[in-house]
């Protein structure tokens, strides 16, 4: 007789039915069982160094794959993915934290058991605070239900959540086989939906220049190719936000660049703050994405549509989906442009060829980089100038760019082009990572070089904190000078480049893009080198400090 | 006119006071400023690579000096020391941890300023769960007696607190110079401990065979001496517990070993369980302690007096400080014990010399130790067999042993030197850590070589994490193999040695010993290879997981 399962198979198939291929984590005892299991499931393994590179390659892998997963034990593990998760959910991306933890029998005394805090539930409570649901599956009648309890919550708001497994429940069988469908898709108000498209529709037909800013949601609630049956059949041109970068493919016609306020190119500055509308979907407004507000947007003129707040003007609106409104507005009587169809807007320029012996400039590596990426390579941003350089790259396939320019942690990059690589395995990842992220969780390239992964890893290479140094520099904006290249003999393969000329890092590029190893190039900048975006940031950022 | 000085000011010189010389952490731009006026003040800043260092560092660091710091940015700063701000609040480590954060007068419009998770008060709820005070320095009227309740705090329950900086509050004019003492030191209720201390010294004297087990509040409310004075009057036998480890010097005559049930020596167990009248100061009875709760203690014959709760036989106590009652039951009339003087407890033996290509053991390699360990030495050990195998050291001066025995964070000890050496500068750390450990923080090997410190690294290299495998195995608990020694070339400092056999092992260490630079001896173990004390706690690990 077949039983119905266990909770941690039941888990474990939940996953897996949903996309998950990949487990990222630390083991450790409270979790061991737990893994046992997931090492003889169809789900593979990922052992990271330490447990900020998992949250880390969780977090790049849901943002990829829709939905991703972090597997640490209780305290010492869970507690170090607390800023990961955080980062999950600043910038919605729906990562499951799992989470060993003593066994339910285990507490009765209320014992000090080893890597407890204050009470058994210290770390469930935190993590309340960083994602948006979270449950213990401490009872065989209720696990199933909480399980896609917490899952339903993952989908509708696209952020993280928490399950938390006592190691002598995941054995026990649930009462339960099959789930039901635990949660209603939420539905728009077609009333109120009708009237938010009228709305919408005479302000944009009555506008001689509209404009659309595509956000980061289009993205993570996969509106990619409804965003683009708009553009396609309005021709109104559109941009992108930092964070966003790649939402849409950035050769087509009608895509104008990122807007950043003041810290962005001056055309697409323009073009936007003197548009008569602006259609904002699915964009978070932060200080980093609005120029540290330098933009100027006028409320009167703008279409903002989010899963958090919808306006058109000055009139707000409830009970419409993001996706319902894209939809209903590309059916709905949009008369075309046509004026800019075909018309390239300006545009980073590509490699202007190299020099023997000149050293390496941002403003050269990045031009370099625009004839070197391809559309079989995803771009992955770290904090910093690998981000704000990165502004200009022309990323050929949507989503082939990734970034935390938002909640902004730096040590992303690395670890992140482990789970961007296995959720997109035909894609190689290159990386962009000053030396002070690299010194964060630059040791996972040994987890890359376990697992053969083939991520080209670029560390631009300035001996410190940059973008600190514009704000206020002192000595601990500086770093201990790294052999980066020398780290594939400490972790037994990959291959490493130092390059401080353009011609040495043309021939690290060639042989780079040859090799189906992982890369690790060196490239030695000018300490005072920067960015343009970076110094047109310079400004905003250091009145604050 | 003189001011009464600024926020920050006032925060650095009440650190000062308070004997804190070192301050670790990472920048970031909401707390440049304060990173600014940290620079030209009379404390040092220690950059680590990672936040995680920096807090390890911080925790090491206030065990021995009783206060210590770590500093950092918003979210991604703050959110990275979680977990070792968990650890000080766990094993009672006075930890302050200051935060920047975004200024008031920026978070008036509620934006959605980079680093910010859900709400501004996300951090600080977060840190409400892991220390015992927090503050947001807000407000000029308000922010000495904030500072000074917290403090306060620290000091009553040994235990980390979290002090928040909003960037544009560090300049402003506080308005009052010096503080007030902010607290009165609570005191004994007098009647209460004499009838305690009546009670105890009839159980004492009453009894055949009493002993001490002297815990790891005798280190932190700084009652060594104190303890050190009951014991040479008395000649009590005393047994620390792992957690405790040097809280007395190890070749004392009335030393006895580490207590750990039956996971630790038999003639410590038989000794102490045998015992009519076992008194317990200050010591939580953790897990771990208690050899996975093997341990077999009667409460009826126990004498139990921490800072939480305090006991003797069944009648429970409260209104009594540990030192007041340690202080009045060395004053009262116990009889001295003389049986014991001068009979040496079975001890773990010293090296036995080596020979020419053997593979090094685990049991050669801590008998080893044993000889090579000076009273300028201070033994770190991280979790694992490092902590497990060291149990067996013999420690020669108090407090010159310092391991993570209840909360058990891998990574701790490599950090932990760094902190370690700043706090007692005459010392020089031997850290043992296992490679798992190792790949977490081992990075900070670079914060090492970049201050010029001097630790001594064994990395006890058995291509997993050891403990686990004997719990239940699988290939999540292989490693990567690093080339360790070899990290110096990377840092661009050090001595690095790679050893596999007994001779090797012997010439590493004199060649260590001798240098004055930080040294990395990559010690290749048998992957079967463990401890006498974990063998012993196989049982009771792994009938839990």
Redesign the interface.
């Known amino acids: 007789m077949k039983t119905a399962g266990t909770i941690g198979d039941y888990l474990i198939d939940r996953l897996y039915s949903l996309g998950i291929r990949h487990v990222f984590g630390v083991?450790?005892?409270y979790v061991?069982?737990f893994?046992?299991m997931?090492?003889k499931s169809r789900l593979e393994?990922i052992?990271t160094?330490?447990?900020?590179g998992a949250g880390f390659a969780a977090d790049a892998y849901a943002r990829l794959k829709g939905i991703g997963a972090v597997c640490v034990t209780y305290?010492?593990g869970g507690?170090?993915v607390?800023?990961t998760t955080?980062?999950a959910?600043?910038e919605k991306s729906p990562v499951v934290v799992i989470s060993g933890a003593p066994?339910v029998r285990?507490r009765e005394k209320n014992?000090?058991?080893?890597?407890?805090?204050?009470d058994f539930d210290?770390q469930k409570?935190?993590f309340e605070?960083?994602t948006v649901a979270s449950a213990a599956l401490d009872d065989a009648q209720t696990a199933v239900q909480e399980t896609e309890r917490v899952l339903a919550a993952l989908f509708r708001f696209k952020r993280p959540v928490y399950i938390e497994l006592p190691?002598d429940m995941i054995s026990s069988e649930i009462s339960q086989h099959r789930h039901k469908a635990a949660y209603r898709e939420k539905r728009s108000d077609q009333v109120v939906l009708n009237e938010l498209v009228g709305e919408a529709v005479g302000m944009i037909n009555g506008a001689e220049k509209p404009v659309i800013i595509a956000g980061e949601e289009i993205h993570r609630f996969g509106l990619q190719n409804q965003l683009l049956d708009f553009v396609n059949k309005t021709n109104i041109p559109v941009a992108s936000t930092v964070l966003s970068k790649s939402v849409i493919n950035e050769l087509h016609s009608s895509y104008m660049g990122v807007y950043q306020g003041a810290a962005g190119h001056e055309f697409v500055q323009n073009y936007v703050e003197s548009s008569d509308c602006i259609i904002i979907l699915g964009a978070?407004?932060?200080?980093?994405s609005l120029g540290m507000?330098s933009a100027k947007i006028d409320q009167a003129k703008t279409i903002y549509v989010t899963s958090e707040r919808i306006s058109v003007g000055y009139h707000l609106y409830e009970k419409v989906l993001l996706q319902d409104f894209i939809v209903a507005l590309t059916r709905s009587k949009i008369k075309p442009r046509s004026y800019l169809t075909g018309k390239p807007y300006p545009r980073y320029s590509y490699s202007p060829g190299f020099a023997r012996g000149h050293r390496i400039t941002i403003k050269h590596l990045f031009e370099r980089l625009n004839s070197f990426l391809t559309d079989e390579m995803i771009v992955i941003a770290d904090v910093g100038d690998a981000l704000f350089g990165s502004i200009d790259l022309i990323i050929r396939g949507k989503t082939q760019f990734l970034s935390t320019a938002?909640?902004?942690?730096?040590?992303f990059a690395v670890p992140a082009s482990i789970g961007a690589k296995l959720a997109m395995p035909h894609l190689r990842p290159v990386v962009l990572v000053g030396d002070g992220a690299f010194?964060?969780?630059?040791?996972e390239l040994?987890?890359i070089?376990?697992y053969r992964l083939d991520p080209i890893i670029l560390v631009l290479n300035n001996g410190g904190?940059m973008?600190?140094r514009i704000?206020?520099d002192?000595?601990?904006?500086?770093?201990?000078?790294?052999?980066?290249s020398?780290?594939t003999?400490?972790?037994?393969g990959g291959r490493g480049y130092d390059v401080r000329t353009e011609d040495q890092l043309e021939s690290a590029l060639a042989s780079a893009k040859k090799s189906k190893e992982a890369c690790i190039i060196d490239v030695h900048l000018d300490p005072k080198d920067m960015s343009e975006t970076l110094k047109r940031l310079t400004k905003g950022?250091a009145e604050?400090?």
Request: one cysteine or more; hydrophobic letters at 35%.
């Open positions: 083991p450790g005892d061991l069982g893994y046992d997931l090492s393994l052992n160094c330490d447990e900020q305290g010492v507690l170090k607390v800023n955080a980062q959910y600043a066994g285990e014992p000090l058991l080893h890597h407890r805090v204050r210290t409570n935190i605070e960083i190691r978070l407004l932060t200080d980093l507000f938002y909640y902004a942690s730096l040590g010194q964060m969780t630059g040791m040994s987890t070089v376990r904190y973008t600190e704000m206020l002192g000595s601990f904006n500086d770093l201990q000078p790294w052999q980066h020398q780290l003999q400490i972790f037994g950022f604050r400090v």
